[in-house]
């Protein structure tokens, strides 16, 4: 079936360094979600993505979607350490009545050094 | 304001035992309801989801079910656990619109022994 792979799967970082987690779907995606889920708790939406090429930022994060609707980006401007989480893409790959069923990415781990 | 309550926190069952989590929302009507699963380090894998009071759809063949007796209330069971269903489950609630964010609850830790 349809996926979406989010590569790395594991990101060690220094804090002050930028991270990136990138989410790739083989088929032109309606929209993209973006999740966080601090170590033990769950999963916070962050931000949705929506139009072809589109760029949102808060604060130190930069999301980006790409230009085919096929490829979307998270990246982190001189991490912290209150950055250490899991971050989660999630597409609605398949819709029916029953609403937007998502699909998740396997998420990259962000561990940041203080 | 919307809230999701998940209950237990934690749980450690035997094999072969029952299990029932219970999921409840607040603060809105008729919302979508999921139910997701985590294994240690991994992904989100959808298990149920449901989009009114008994019409309940899985995703993935398993020795769990689901219900939803009321509009707000999701439930999830086992007639007998397990050691592979030992996980993080996940609640969510969405509006109905195919773009609408998930609410997740704050999960339920469940160790099979």
């Known amino acids: 079936g349809q996926q979406v792979m989010q590569i790395p799967q594991y990101q060690h970082v220094q804090e002050g360094e930028d991270f990136t987690t990138y989410c790739n779907s083989s088929t032109t995606l309606s929209n993209i979600q973006w999740y966080k889920q601090r170590p033990g708790g769950h999963p916070v939406f962050l931000i949705q993505?929506?139009?072809?090429?589109e760029v949102k930022k808060q604060k130190r994060l930069t999301f980006q979607f790409g230009e085919a609707k096929k490829n979307s980006s998270l990246h982190i401007t001189a991490t912290q350490t209150t950055d250490v989480g899991t971050y989660f893409c999630a597409a609605v790959v398949r819709f029916n009545n029953a609403g937007n069923m998502l699909t998740f990415g396997g998420g990259t781990r962000l561990m940041v050094k203080p | 304001s919307q809230t999701i309550h998940q209950w237990p926190a934690t749980l450690v069952q035997p094999v072969g035992s029952p299990l029932s989590l219970e999921c409840t929302v607040e603060g809105t009507s008729n919302p979508n309801l999921y139910w997701y699963r985590q294994a240690a380090g991994r992904g989100l894998q959808l298990l149920f989801y449901?989009?009114?009071?008994?019409?309940i759809s899985s995703e993935v063949p398993q020795n769990l079910s689901a219900s939803r007796p009321q509009d707000r209330q999701f439930i999830l069971s086992s007639k007998k656990l397990l050691l592979s269903d030992s996980g993080f489950y996940l609640c969510a609630w969405s509006a109905g619109s195919y773009n609408s964010p998930l609410h997740f609850g704050n999960g339920t830790r469940l160790t099979v022994t």
């Open positions: 993505l929506v139009k072809s090429g």
């Open positions: 449901s989009i009114g009071i008994d019409q």
